[in-house]
């Protein structure tokens, strides 16, 4: 019953590079979704019946209203507090030349991962990757400098595969193979020994496909020795348990690196003995300087979005302007994204839109109407269209030439044809999942994948991106990514397979399409928990694929290193957003607190 994986033509290789175009053939004629062409629309408007009866999701009202963003306040912007940042920031990055830290291996790497988990690493990337120049060749030249007390632990061994793997150096996971017994033997755990199995488990999340299982297999070990570690009685150190049992709910690497921060800070930096008050005094300060930059973000996206009328004129579809935001900053936090935010949540919430628009009130007449005008991209085409899908391709339309716009001007590269591609592509998987709907046509799993990760809509988001954040925007790496290169592919993959993890048994209720759960259960027989525990293992799979990815576009002459990060971001967030339950549509849960951590309350 079980279905192979590793070979499963989504996760084949496709190169940017090469010249091959992935048109995503169905396996069903009847929906093919890529190849069809611009019918001809009609020149008068077509009388529409106010009779039918629209479907409805019932989603609720948006909590965060247009007045309240507006009211947002802080006091972490004047001269006073931004000096005192400065200050701190060079404290710091005289401690990232201290002797001490380049000396020894350990404590240089234990200072980077602090950085990073305080959400304050990217003032001091320059002298980062020096410290992690110094600490690789050592390692390459025999002399690790990872001993304590004169041993290698696996702490420091776990510690250094992860920091440095995740910073694009070959560490090969031989450097396990001495702990390869005592990680198999291992029959009871103290202290050490969990903050020793603690730190491979995070390590483990950094394979990729072309690694043994050892990996694999450490980390199922490393599983069973922290949930009985944590189930003890033994007055175990509390923030070792605290940092385990959050790990084990979710591993750092696939964290929304803002939350993860401010969650550090609030729950295990500032309560742990031997913090370091430079570091959390900067921390702090730091995040509220951010939020203040993401308070204004907000309320200039916020007066965006009232000015579309869209959720008061299409009342039927999702008003999430906060979660949409929350997706951008977990795509790009650092204030020299802010273009990035705001650029994205714009598109976001235009796709959350017209997602709504096929999924519950469009009729298939007119959501064919809709994925042909779209394809066209012609004002004088929507005559066809009714009333409510000419306001939605209206502020389609006009949002996507703006940014446009701004990309000839200062790029000098039109940027329409493949943002209209994009756009095409997506309306196009939208428009397959209606027809399946209208008809009660069940996908195959492989079938359903294969549009899946496109109606995601993460290449759509990740396309965008490179155009926001581009420094020197060119023809060449847009023609690469509108073929859906691999690190664009297993990023929506991810995110396609933990959207459905969270959301599909309340959209099976309503009578919606089968996701992959239902799709791999139809195909195999398998339970429900078997679903589950397979999508899961195809999740895995996929980050491996993605680390991978990673490693061999470090030195891509079309795909910059902060694409790249925003690729990684994009499937984190996806995590974060499906972690208990569908957290971009249900805003009034964890996604409620999260908000409020991040946007409304300091540090």
């Not at 992935?22 to 629309?41: A, D, G």
């Not at 990217?122 to 020096?130: G, L, T, V």
């Not at 802010?338 to 999924?359: F, H």
């Not at 061999?552 to 984190?572: D, V």
Request: with cysteine; charged share 25%.
């Amino acid at each position: 019953m079980t279905m192979a994986i590793l070979h499963h033509p989504l996760l084949s290789p496709i190169s940017c590079f090469t010249s091959t175009q992935n048109s995503l053939p169905s396996h069903h004629p009847k929906f093919y979704v890529f190849s069809q062409t611009v019918k001809q629309l009609p020149t008068v408007r077509k009388a529409y019946d106010d009779s039918i009866i629209r479907r409805s999701a019932n989603y609720q009202p948006p909590i965060w209203k247009h007045e309240f963003v507006q009211s947002l306040q802080s006091e972490f912007m004047d001269d006073r507090c931004l000096n005192r940042r400065e200050v701190l920031i060079r404290r710091v990055k005289m401690m990232l030349n201290e002797e001490l830290l380049v000396d020894d291996s350990l404590k240089g790497l234990e200072f980077v991962d602090e950085l990073q988990r305080l959400g304050i690493s990217y003032h001091f990337e320059m002298e980062i990757n020096q410290l992690l120049e110094m600490i690789n060749e050592r390692f390459n030249n025999g002399e690790e400098g990872l001993e304590r007390n004169n041993n290698k632990s696996l702490y420091a061994i776990s510690l250094h595969f992860r920091i440095l793997r995740q910073h694009g150096y070959h560490i090969p996971q031989d450097v396990f193979k001495e702990f390869k017994n005592d990680i198999e033997n291992l029959d009871n755990i103290c202290e050490e020994t969990a903050k020793g199995m603690l730190s491979l488990y995070e390590a483990s999340f950094l394979a990729m496909e072309g690694d043994q299982s050892f990996m694999d297999e450490a980390r199922q070990v490393a599983v069973q020795h922290l949930s009985k570690y944590l189930k003890s009685n033994n007055n175990n150190d509390q923030i070792i348990c605290t940092m385990t049992s959050h790990a084990l709910q979710l591993p750092f690497h696939w964290r929304m690196p803002r939350l993860e921060a401010r969650w550090f800070i609030d729950n295990v930096y500032q309560t742990k003995p031997d913090s370091n008050p430079v570091l959390l005094d900067l921390a702090k300060l730091d995040f509220n300087v951010v939020q203040s930059i993401h308070q204004d973000d907000l309320k200039d996206i916020s007066r965006w979005w009232k000015s579309t009328g869209l959720g008061k004129k299409l009342e039927f579809a999702r008003d999430r302007l906060m979660a949409n935001f929350f997706w951008s900053v977990g795509m790009g936090c650092e204030p020299h994204l802010q273009y990035l935010r705001t650029m994205s949540t714009k598109i976001a919430s235009l796709i959350t839109i017209v997602d709504d628009v096929y999924d519950v009130y469009g009729t298939l007449d007119e959501l064919e109407l809709f994925t042909n005008v779209v394809e066209r991209w012609d004002i004088s085409a929507i005559d066809s269209l009714p009333n409510y899908m000419q306001i939605c391709f209206m502020a389609l339309h006009n949002t996507i030439n703006d940014m446009a716009f701004e990309a000839i001007k200062d790029h000098g590269v039109n940027v329409i044809p493949y943002l209209r591609k994009m756009w095409t592509d997506l309306c196009k998987t939208f428009l397959t999942e209606a027809k399946w709907y209208y008809s009660n046509y069940k996908p195959t799993f492989e079938e359903y994948l294969e549009n899946a990760w496109i109606s995601v809509s993460g290449s759509l988001l990740l396309v965008h991106a490179y155009v926001f954040t581009s420094k020197s925007l060119t023809i060449e790496a847009l023609e690469c990514l509108q073929h859906y290169p691999n690190i664009i592919r297993y990023s929506s993959i991810i995110f396609r397979l933990a959207n459905d993890l969270a959301s599909s048994s309340e959209e099976a209720k309503r009578g919606e399409v089968a996701k992959s759960i239902q799709c791999y259960m139809n195909d195999t027989g398998a339970s429900e928990q078997e679903a589950r525990r397979y999508i899961k293992d195809l999740i895995m799979k996929s980050w491996k694929k993605l680390n991978e990815e990673v490693q061999t576009l470090n030195n891509s002459p079309l795909l910059c290193k902060g694409f790249i990060e925003i690729a990684l971001n994009l499937a984190r967030i996806s995590h974060t957003v499906y972690q208990h339950r569908d957290g971009h549509t249900i805003e009034d849960h964890e996604t409620k607190d999260r908000v409020l951590s991040l946007f409304i309350k300091p540090a």
